[in-house]
């Protein structure tokens, strides 16, 4: 079977031995404006901020949502073929893009990888079920309602920042939540990183700020610098049924801008 841009992408994650791994899934927005379309873009590829292309046919793989000041808005798949567009103008405030892909079986045989779970692969050595979600946090304008950002949007996993993350300063702390399947998450381990810093350190799989989640799942995220941040959380459990596969291997991200 044809290895599309997504499958590609959890591929990475399988053969990856850290959090983080040469791919990245993210949600961004690009320079949307009051009054004008809302630009909204799903990235992913080896060099965050920059993405690859999603063939047109991939589309229906991802659950991609927008929500505004007033809540849900409408979205239309646009050209260049990483692109939605939000149906109508965008008003001042807060907005919170989602992007939540097709959970995706990885077993390896001795002869290679199939995207079937272990009980229809032969030969099957280990068995993973990838869920992969994304989420990124704008604004829009200088007023508007902004509560929307700090409420869970039910990726299977989840960051929550505790505060709107568009309104703090480098140096600033930003209280974040992490949840599985809408519990918090304790002992999770958070990476992040800015745009442009794996230029400096000279890796795509560095990190420019890690931590710990506490028992009720929360940690104290801190940007030292203005740009792009990109915060990432994995998580494995076992597969309820271990006939069917070993594991579920869980991925999320929060983007947003430190101004």
Wanted: aromatic content about 10%.
């Amino acid at each position: 079977m044809r290895k599309s841009s997504l499958f590609a992408l959890v591929f990475a994650f399988v053969m990856a031995s850290g959090a983080l791994s040469a791919h990245d899934l993210w949600v961004t927005a690009d320079k949307p404006e009051a009054g004008k379309v809302f630009p909204l873009i799903v990235g992913y590829g080896h060099d965050y901020p920059s993405w690859e292309a999603i063939p047109e046919e991939e589309y229906g793989l991802f659950k991609v949502k927008l929500l505004g000041p007033g809540g849900e808005i409408p979205l239309t798949a646009a050209t260049p073929n990483y692109k939605w567009n939000s149906a109508g103008p965008a008003e001042a405030g807060a907005y919170v893009m989602v992007a939540d892909a097709a959970p995706v079986f990885w077993t390896r045989t001795p002869d290679g990888w199939s995207m079937k779970p272990r009980n229809e692969t032969p030969g099957a050595t280990s068995c993973g079920r990838f869920i992969e979600g994304a989420k990124g946090i704008t604004a829009v304008g200088n007023a508007g309602a902004r509560e929307n950002v700090t409420k869970p949007v039910g990726l299977p996993l989840e960051i929550v920042p505790g505060a709107d993350p568009t309104g703090i300063k480098p140096g600033s702390p930003l209280p974040l939540t992490v949840l599985l399947i809408g519990k918090p998450l304790p002992s999770a381990r958070i990476f992040a990183r800015y745009a442009g810093f794996d230029k400096i350190a000279k890796s795509t799989d560095a990190s420019a700020f890690t931590s710990v989640t506490d028992k009720d799942g929360k940690v104290n995220f801190v940007p030292l610098v203005p740009g792009e941040w990109l915060v990432t959380v994995r998580h494995e459990t076992p597969y309820p049924d271990p006939a069917v596969c070993d594991k579920e291997d869980y991925g999320t991200s929060l983007h947003f801008e430190v101004n």
